[in-house]
């Protein structure tokens, strides 16, 4: 009767890939694990999906007083009555850190593009357990459903050189002080790397490395990558998958030279079956530690100029507006100054506006947008303008607007100015801010004060009471010598 059973279950497996077609509705659900463990024993969560393929999962919850050591995945099928039902599962393990009741607070998982949600619950970690648990990590095929039939062996796993590296990548190896550089932290795969990887709480992992590799005298630009995807590049003739892990543009402050030290990334590596079965496991987790090599960045000081402590760097040009240009004397108008190009647009200050009495010109208003892509930092600024004629005639905005900055690809010096010519008609208002304020001349008030004779009042109470209290201090002071 054992045998007829043993091979009752190798014909429903084998069914499996024979019918094929037959499924039921696809279905997705997380479990959670008891309510209680002790300290020594392992936690779980399972997200599993029935009658579909699990193509991908979102990152399993942080849960204060565990620690995540890893994840296992099972897989099961049957056929009844012709029809063929399978699920998949990919569990995560927790290791309690301490004796407690710890709250697994609601989380949201995303698995097959689907939100899946999780109400949570109290777990209680109580004392070591006396009897030693099975391995958390053997799932539903550490017991191979051909044992029975075909004998046990116990699975013998080796480990497999990886070809896979981090390392800390720089666009430029020499900057001017606030030209902008991009730096990238990576993780490559070989195209034909044979030992499988996978990452090990990155985001804690990343918090603990960005304190290390952020440069202090630098303005960052973090590109902020929420997804990590895979893109294929060429090193030296060989391909790699690049999965980049940090990428930020800085803008060096000061002359010193810029270091990114040596940095660990600690990762999954899996040692794999010596001689594989298609139901059994084949692969068991290990940890593996990777480390970027040093990297530094020389910085330039700009060459000498009198506004060098001032000016933006990059590549800059201007775009300006002006609704028109046939202006009238005392009616305002709007005037836009654009600034657009790669560098640190947070840094850009305004331009230089000439006053000379011609116009009056109003603070402006400033916007600015910043794109982060393709490695560089692009945007503009705007400075939105309203300005007055007071004085008709032709003007060269160019005399009055104008904005200096560095251009590293140059390597000197340039200048923004506008290229608009006004057209100012009316009568001159140049003199009627001063009107409007001009008190008139000592001899333009003789008409309007009266000639009638006022004695001054003097009000000379506060000599007596000060000379008193001088006069008393004195005595105190006299006094206290005397009787030393």
Known sequence: MTSVH?????????GFFLFSGATLAQDVEITLGPDEVAENEAWTITVTVKNERLRDYGEF?????????????????????????????????YMPIAQGSYRVPPFTMTVN????????????????????????FRGFFDSDPFDDFFGREETEFIDIAEDAFLAMTTSKDEVYVGEGFNATLSFFVAEDNRAPLSFYELGKQ??????????????????????????????????????????????????????????GLE?????????????????????????????????KELPPHPLRDVVSVGDYYLEERMPSTDLETGKSTPYEFSIYGEGNISSIRPPVVSKDGNFEFYEPNVRQNINRQNGKVTGSKSFNYFLIPREPGTYDLGRYFS??????????????????????????????????????????????????????????????????????????????????
Do not use: H
């Open 61 to 93: 919850p942080e849960i204060e007083g565990f620690r995540k050591r890893g994840t296992s995945s099972q897989s099961s099928t049957s056929i009844i009555n012709g029809q063929i039902s399978s699920s998949q599962s990919v569990t995560m393990t």
């Open 403 to 484: 904005w200096i900055f560095f251009n590293p690809k140059k390597g000197q010096y340039d200048t923004l100015r506008s290229n608009l010519t006004a057209y100012v008609t009316g009568e001159s208002r140049k003199n009627e801010v001063i009107q409007s304020t001009d008190q008139g001349t000592f001899y333009d008030r003789i008409e309007s004060t009266s000639n009638e004779l006022v004695k001054v009042r003097e009000d000379n109470w506060q000599k007596p009471v000060f000379n008193v209290l001088i006069l008393v201090m004195l005595g105190a002071s006299v006094y206290l010598v005397a009787r030393k």
């Open 206 to 263: 990343l918090s603990d490395i960005l304190k290390k590799i952020r440069p202090a005298n630098c303005w960052e630009e973090n590109f902020n990558i929420e997804n990590i995807e895979g893109e294929t590049v060429r090193i030296r003739g060989k391909y790699y998958t690049q999965y980049k892990i940090y990428q930020a543009t800085f803008f060096p402050l000061t002359a010193d030279p810029i270091t990114f030290p040596s940095v």
């Open 6 to 14: 043993n091979i009752g279950r190798f014909l429903a497996f084998l």
């Open 113 to 136: 593009g689907r939100q899946i949600s999780s109400q949570g619950k109290t777990v209680r970690v109580g004392p070591p357990a006396q009897v030693k648990r099975s391995d958390p």
């Open 267 to 299: 990762m999954i590596k899996y040692r794999v079956a010596k001689n594989p079965t298609f139901f059994g496991r084949n692969r068991q987790e290990d940890f593996k530690t990777f480390y970027s090599k040093p990297k530094s960045v020389r910085v």
